[in-house]
């Protein structure tokens, strides 16, 4: 039987590093789903086609932050209750989980299959490429079952501590979904299509190896068909803290969507390449990312066993460790997009594109070494609501008035409208350090009486 990870002694940075690697290497391999479609259809397929599979992957991104969010809500819930020492109740937690993650799934599969036509209307994808992009989204939606099965699997690991399992299912996944783009793009000239098909194939096999592991290892609580339910208590609780998780990923995704409309009506050069430089920041956001969800795993674990000043000390540790990288990654953006975004087309002008665009997350990644910590520890604490806020004022006061606003003047570059986000992540900076401060002056009666020797 597997064992729970223990967050709450010992040392935090060695331990946070370990769990933020596979998590890093699991998101970057996630990330490669999307990245190889545009490789792939890149070298072998035409502009229109990159142009399609970035602007559909961007909306099924979006789809899956949602579903990401909602999943967090198990990982948090567990992670609580396991720092509480109630390891019988995370079996309910899964269950609730499952029956809740269902009616999810079906309700994100009707409304894409129906609504795929006006989506990409609302995109403003390109007229070459607009029969493709609904394509590509009926056919990955069609999938969205392998999504959230993937996501929710992957939540309950987090909780037990355990970032290693979903790494391994997703490393094999992208093989099977490399060379499925490789045999039906490149070999079969299957272009959008074949892409859509690899992809859906690769998320169905990384769930059937979660299931296989978990069937093999068995779980370190116990859980059976009665634990499979709509638990009162429980149920709400995952909603409580993933929903506005999941509303805040959404809608921050969306605002990236409403940045691509309004690249999208610039034609299809500029559609293309801010496509490609969005995959390019898939890549350059995972260090940002990977602290944020490990911070949230061991914030929930000490917060449940009201060890306080452990979890502010965990937050500076990964603010500290997501900064170095950010930095190394941000230079490379900022000097070297061209050879990055040259991975992606062998177009020089949507090469062009794709770099100025990349010239601000480049920016971007110092800021978010902050703010996804700082969302990690409020998450962690099971602060959703305010996560939630700051996500919405980021992305719908800031960044899409500013886009829209740089998009409309005469000297406007791509450059320029990719300034929006920085500004925006800025500004949120501001307000998780207002709202810290706020949280640590609550938690002080308690922090002071917590033992010192949790100093490691």
Partial sequence: MKKITNFTEGKILSPLLRFAIPVLLAMFLQVMYGAV??????????????????????????????????????????????????????????GSGICLFSVLAAIITAIMLIFAVPISRLMHAPAEAFDDTVLYLYICSSGTIFIVAYNVICGVFRGLGDSKTPLITVVIACAANILGDVLLVGGF?????????ATIFAQALSVLLSILIIKKRGLPFD???????????????????????????????????????????????????????????????????SFAQSVAAFVAQNYGAKKYTRAKKTLAYGIGASLCFGIVMGYFSFFHGNLLSGMFSTDIAVINASWDYM????????????????????????????VMFQGIFGAFCVRIPLSYMISKSASSSIFYIGLATPCSTFLQVIL??????????????????ENESYFS
């Fill in 359 to 386: 010239k601000a997350y480049a920016i971007d990644c110092l800021l978010t070494s902050f703010l996804f910590s700082m969302v990690g520890f409020f998450n962690g604490c099971g602060k959703t609501t305010f």
């Fill in 37 to 94: 479609d545009l490789i792939v259809v890149g070298q072998f397929g035409s502009v229109t086609d990159v142009s399609a599979v970035a602007t559909g992957s961007q909306v099924m991104t979006t789809i899956t932050s949602i579903i990401n969010g909602f999943a967090m809500g198990i990982t948090i819930l567990m992670g609580q209750k396991l720092g509480q020492g109630k390891s019988k109740e995370a079996g309910n937690v899964v």
């Fill in 189 to 197: 000239h299957l272009g959008v299509t074949g892409v859509a098909i």
């Fill in 223 to 289: 859980f059976s068909r009665n634990s499979i339910g709509f638990h009162k208590g429980i149920t709400s609780q995952i909603l409580k803290y993933g929903a506005p998780i999941a509303l805040q990923d959404g809608l921050v995704n969306l605002s990236f969507l409403a940045i691509t409309t309004i690249v999208n009506s610039l034609g299809v050069i500029a559609s293309a390449g801010v496509g490609v430089a969005e995959k390019l920041a898939g890549f350059i956001m995972l260090v940002p990312s």
């Fill in 432 to 449: 998780c350090l207002i709202y810290f401060i706020l949280v640590t002056k609550n938690f002080k009666i308690r922090m002071d009486i």
